[in-house]
């Protein structure tokens, strides 16, 4: 990990460089000619300039070693400049991800310090054609080359879809059946039988470049097979899940503020009926309130993965599904509404915003689709669910309980409410047997995101109120505006949870587990979380005070 000061410098000069070489005229100039700027991505990577991937080489390679943390930091920073230079440095990152975890020492010492010493820029070659969020479904071959009787090398065949920096990588991660199952591979630019197909006209994130790849009996020695073990890959794959994944959560959460960033000031000053939009209720508690509300949920949720997974305690994978959800959800929430902030002018290209509505698409498509996410979730904590008779979210709503007891203005005992109706809607899944309904195992994914992710946000404000917040994490917001965040959205994690789960469980089974609906609502402590909506509209006028400058003392404290 490196230090808060350098992390500090190295997004200071990362915004620096934006403002001179990436403002937005030279953005949106990039984006209408549908280009990737080669030079600008070499710049950022090269080691003796930017020097942006050193940050995730370890140190033993050449590179600053940093953490998830730091990753997560740069990587908002990236976004809100622009998506598509930032998904050419993740290629590099997911490129060299299996070489991270799976290489053997001297792979890793050969890549990793090409990729720090030279700014080798890399590719991550998984999809195809016709295996996308189903990997196991990849046709790409191996063949072993063999000479007496000893494999020295492979010859792959097979073809990549959507691959980023496909068409401008130095080297390649190629995945590809061997006789013993999925495994990765290097492949350098040059090989003989490997092709790229011409940049894809893409929606968004055009200033990135994606290509396909096409391999006719690519011959590489059996050194670029990653970690010299055939059928490791899916394996090597799923070992960085939670980190990726934490990096584009942390795409969503910059672009959603990019989008933001511009339609508070522009609101502030747009003068309708009178006075200015920002003025307005009925604007800001549909436009921004809630869209910043559901990007500091995010945020909370991924910061604390990260800081887990910087202390060790492994890949997180399912945390990382939620800080990707909640995040990139809310990131393209908040930019579409954005567009819709800046009324007609929105809705043009020059003020970025759609743009960045195009740019924050990808977000939720790339590193696992919402709906893989959704299932990803699902599946994990169902297990905790069974593996506990029911008791994994009413104990962690007790904690709940425990710190509202202490900090009763973070919003714990709304949070409360809404694991412990989790817990019950998911009970009654399982009492109806339900989850054999797909819809119904996927929602319960985005519910449990929420209340994941309102129980994160009450933790992290209450830690913020002790100043005991980890040092590099983000501060934009006080104590308690924090608070105040935190508790509008636990309204909302409560709401969702108890309305969504009993209209879908009575939807998808009537008779068996619904039962009586009137116990149900008891059950789910509906009554309650109503009466904690209380006090819902005064800590948005203070969330909007605060945005605008204009807030004098915290809103009341609620539950
Ligand atoms: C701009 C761009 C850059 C990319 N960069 C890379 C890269 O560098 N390297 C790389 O390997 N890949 C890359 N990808 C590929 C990306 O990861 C895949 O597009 C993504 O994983 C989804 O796969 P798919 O497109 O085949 O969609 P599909 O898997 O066919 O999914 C289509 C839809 O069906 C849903 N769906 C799929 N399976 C299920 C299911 N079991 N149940 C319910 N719903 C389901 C999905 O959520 C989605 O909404 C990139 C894609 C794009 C567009």
């Given at each position: 990990?490196?230090?808060?000061?350098?992390?500090?410098?190295?997004?200071?000069?990362?915004?620096?460089?934006?403002?001179?070489?990436?403002?937005?005229?030279?953005?949106?100039?990039?984006?209408?000619?549908?280009?990737?700027?080669?030079?600008?991505?070499?710049?950022?990577?090269?080691?003796?300039?930017?020097?942006?991937?050193?940050?995730?080489?370890?140190?033993?390679?050449?590179?600053?070693?940093?953490?998830?943390?730091?990753?997560?930091?740069?990587?908002?920073?990236?976004?809100?400049?622009?998506?598509?230079?930032?998904?050419?440095?993740?290629?590099?990152?997911?490129?060299?991800?299996?070489?991270?975890?799976?290489?053997?020492?001297?792979?890793?010492?050969?890549?990793?310090?090409?990729?720090?010493?030279?700014?080798?820029?890399?590719?991550?070659?998984?999809?195809?054609?016709?295996a996308g969020s189903d990997l196991g479904?990849?046709?790409?071959?191996?063949?072993?080359?063999?000479?007496?009787?000893?494999?020295?090398?492979?010859?792959?065949?097979?073809?990549?879809?959507?691959?980023?920096?496909?068409?401008?990588?130095?080297?390649?991660?190629?995945?590809?059946?061997?006789?013993?199952?999925?495994?990765?591979?290097?492949?350098?630019?040059?090989?003989?039988?490997?092709?790229?197909?011409?940049?894809?006209?893409?929606?968004?994130?055009?200033?990135?470049?994606?290509?396909?790849?096409?391999?006719?009996?690519?011959?590489?020695?059996?050194?670029?097979?990653?970690?010299?073990?055939?059928?490791?890959?899916?394996?090597?794959?799923?070992?960085?899940?939670?980190?990726?994944?934490?990096?584009?959560?942390?795409?969503?959460?910059?672009?959603?503020?990019?989008?933001?960033?511009?339609?508070?000031?522009?609101?502030?000053?747009?003068?309708?009926?009178?006075?200015?939009?920002?003025?307005?209720?009925?604007?800001?508690?549909?436009?921004?309130?809630?869209?910043?509300?559901?990007?500091?949920?995010?945020?909370?949720?991924?910061?604390?993965?990260?800081?887990?997974?910087?202390?060790?305690?492994?890949?997180?994978?399912?945390?990382?599904?939620?800080?990707?959800?909640?995040?990139?959800?809310?990131?393209?929430?908040?930019?579409?509404?954005?567009?819709?902030?800046?009324?007609?002018?929105?809705?043009?290209?020059?003020?970025?915003?759609?743009?960045?509505?195009?740019?924050?698409?990808?977000?939720?498509?790339?590193?696992?689709?919402?709906?893989?996410?959704?299932?990803?979730?699902?599946?994990?904590?169902?297990?905790?669910?069974?593996?506990?008779?029911?008791?994994?979210?009413?104990?962690?709503?007790?904690?709940?309980?425990?710190?509202?007891?202490?900090?009763?203005?973070?919003?714990?005992?709304?949070?409360?409410l809404a694991l412990h109706a989790l817990?019950?809607?998911?009970?009654?899944?399982?009492?109806?047997?339900?989850?054999?309904?797909?819809?119904?195992?996927?929602?319960?994914?985005?519910?449990?995101?929420?209340?994941?992710?309102?129980?994160?946000?009450?933790?992290?404000?209450?830690?913020?109120?002790?100043?005991?917040?980890?040092?590099?994490?983000?501060?934009?917001?006080?104590?308690?505006?924090?608070?105040?965040?935190?508790?509008?959205?636990?309204?909302?994690?409560?709401?969702?949870?108890?309305?969504?789960?009993?209209?879908?469980?009575?939807?998808?089974?009537?008779?068996?587990?619904?039962?009586?609906?009137?116990?149900?609502?008891?059950?789910?402590?509906?009554?309650?979380?109503?009466?904690?909506?209380?006090?819902?509209?005064?800590?948005?006028?203070?969330?909007?005070?605060?945005?605008?400058?204009?807030?004098?003392?915290?809103?009341?404290?609620?539950?």
């Amino acid at each position: 990990m490196i230090k808060a000061k350098t992390l500090t410098l190295s997004v200071k000069s990362l915004r620096e460089f934006a403002r001179k070489r990436l403002a937005d005229q030279e953005l949106i100039a990039l984006d209408s000619r549908d280009e990737c700027p080669l030079e600008i991505v070499r710049h950022m990577c090269s080691p003796d300039k930017l020097g942006i991937q050193l940050l995730f080489i370890p140190e033993e390679f050449g590179g600053f070693g940093g953490g998830a943390f730091d990753v997560y930091c740069v990587c908002e920073e990236m976004a809100r400049i622009d998506l598509g230079v930032a998904t050419s440095v993740l290629a590099t990152f997911l490129g060299s991800d299996p070489i991270t975890v799976g290489a053997t020492p001297e792979q890793k010492k050969l890549w990793l310090s090409r990729i720090a010493e030279e700014g080798l820029l890399f590719a991550y070659g998984a999809t195809e054609p016709d295996a996308g969020s189903d990997l196991g479904a990849l046709q790409t071959t191996a063949e072993r080359v063999e000479e007496d009787g000893r494999v020295v090398g492979y010859r792959i065949n097979g073809s990549k879809q959507w691959i980023s920096n496909g068409g401008i990588a130095g080297a390649y991660t190629v995945l590809a059946n061997t006789p013993a199952g999925p495994s990765w591979f290097i492949v350098e630019r040059g090989a003989a039988g490997f092709t790229h197909g011409k940049p894809e006209d893409k929606h968004g994130i055009r200033t990135s470049n994606t290509a396909a790849l096409s391999f006719a009996d690519v011959y590489v020695d059996a050194d670029r097979l990653v970690g010299g073990v055939e059928g490791q890959g899916l394996l090597q794959a799923q070992a960085v899940f939670g980190y990726t994944r934490l990096m584009v959560a942390a795409f969503g959460l910059g672009a959603g503020w990019a989008a933001l960033d511009r339609a508070i000031p522009y609101s502030a000053k747009r003068i309708q009926a009178g006075s200015p939009l920002s003025e307005k209720q009925g604007y800001t508690h549909k436009l921004i309130v809630p869209n910043v509300v559901r990007l500091e949920a995010g945020r909370a949720y991924i910061e604390q993965t990260a800081e887990r997974i910087d202390a060790g305690e492994g890949s997180l994978n399912t945390e990382g599904a939620i800080a990707k959800y909640m995040s990139t959800e809310a990131g393209n929430a908040a930019a579409e509404a954005s567009i819709q902030a800046l009324g007609g002018y929105g809705y043009t290209h020059e003020y970025m915003v759609e743009k960045i509505s195009r740019d924050v698409r990808i977000t939720t498509i790339y590193e696992g689709t919402s709906e893989i996410m959704e299932m990803t979730i699902s599946r994990d904590r169902w297990q905790l669910h069974l593996k506990t008779r029911g008791g994994h979210y009413h104990e962690r709503a007790r904690e709940l309980e425990a710190l509202h007891a202490r900090h009763p203005s973070v919003g714990a005992g709304c949070a409360a409410l809404a694991l412990h109706a989790l817990a019950d809607v998911m009970e009654r899944a399982r009492a109806g047997r339900l989850t054999r309904h797909q819809h119904i195992l996927l929602r319960m994914g985005e519910w449990i995101a929420y209340a994941e992710c309102a129980e994160v946000l009450a933790l992290r404000a209450s830690l913020l109120a002790e100043g005991r917040l980890n040092e590099k994490a983000n501060r934009r917001f006080d104590a308690a505006a924090l608070a105040a965040i935190s508790r509008i959205f636990a309204r909302e994690a409560a709401l969702k949870v108890a309305q969504e789960g009993m209209r879908w469980i009575v939807g998808a089974s009537p008779e068996k587990a619904a039962g009586d609906v009137e116990a149900f609502q008891t059950a789910v402590n509906f009554s309650a979380i109503l009466r904690a909506q209380d006090g819902l509209v005064g800590d948005m006028d203070f969330v909007a005070d605060v945005l605008y400058g204009r807030a004098l003392k915290p809103a009341a404290q609620v539950a």
